[in-house]
């Protein structure tokens, strides 16, 4: 595929679409990169059916948008620093992303996208949930917008890596839980400004963020809680249901999202890359 248009098919109205006429296993024109890339921005999250990834092509599409992010609590884990295999065996009671989260918060420059392939996925169940984090800033009052305005929120990556949160013992896919593993802190603004679209977005979510700067983190919990679970309204929303051969590529800027823990009685081999991303403004 050298110059074609790409086919864009919205799924939900908040956001989401599926890219058709594309084989991201190609060597793709830079046009047809921009245009994906196009489609990424509009719409938060981009889906595609039916593709063959093996590992080098996979890396090989992620770096068309950006260097490879290496994620700090699976480096060492994973056999490829590059490369998270998520994996979910029947009879695990804890899978990766089953909380509303944007990915990786914890780090100075969170990363900018993930690009996540269905290798072995059930005939139901184990869809992903996103949620646009525009619509969540946007629809709220004016008050409370002013509220926000400078205020800065503390993300850690304690829930969800190190001894103390214990995530190995209940699920397939591991995380470094070592001796020599630390918590790692950052402030981030609670509203962000979207580097490329200018657009304001809310900015906390579950799996990391803690508190607000500032304040105790019982201070905190009741405003935190109801920026997170207004960020997740029906409405903000769309709904993935994976196939093999399956892509979804998020921004992480602008999205939250959500794995779904219903699989049940079968196993679900999931392959993901993440991109760099920038400081939070």
């Not at 999205?255 to 400081?279: E, N, S, Y």
Request: with cysteine.
């Amino acid at each position: 595929m050298r110059n074609s248009q790409i086919e864009v098919m919205p799924i939900a109205g908040a956001l989401g679409a599926e890219i058709g006429g594309v084989d991201v296993a190609q060597d793709l024109d830079d046009s047809v990169i921009r245009q994906i890339r196009q489609a990424l921005l509009d719409h938060g999250v981009i889906f595609f059916r039916d593709q063959t990834l093996d590992v080098d092509r996979h890396k090989a599409f992620t770096r068309r948008f950006g260097e490879i992010f290496i994620h700090p609590n699976y480096n060492g884990v994973s056999a490829d620093p590059e490369i998270v295999d998520i994996r979910r065996e029947p009879g695990d009671k804890k899978i990766v992303g089953e909380d509303w989260h944007t990915d990786t918060t914890m780090v100075a420059e969170p990363p900018m996208g993930a690009i996540l392939y269905a290798i072995d996925v059930p005939p139901y169940g184990g869809d992903t949930l996103f949620a646009n984090q525009y619509l969540a800033y946007e629809t709220l009052s004016p008050g409370l917008k002013r509220t926000l305005e400078g205020l800065k929120a503390v993300h850690t990556d304690r829930m969800v890596a190190g001894p103390q949160a214990g995530m190995n013992a209940h699920r397939s896919t591991k995380v470094r839980e070592d001796a020599d593993w630390r918590e790692t802190i950052s402030v981030h603004p609670v509203v962000r400004t979207h580097p490329e679209t200018g657009r304001k977005l809310l900015f906390v979510n579950r799996s990391y963020t803690v508190g607000f700067e500032g304040w105790t983190e019982a201070e905190s919990k009741p405003l935190l809680d109801y920026l997170m679970e207004h960020g997740n309204r029906p409405e903000f929303t769309c709904r993935f249901r994976w196939s093999n051969g399956s892509i979804a590529f998020w921004d992480n800027r602008c999205t939250k999202h959500l794995a779904v823990h219903d699989a049940g009685p079968f196993r679900r081999i999931m392959r993901r890359t993440q991109i760099c991303g920038d400081a939070v403004h």
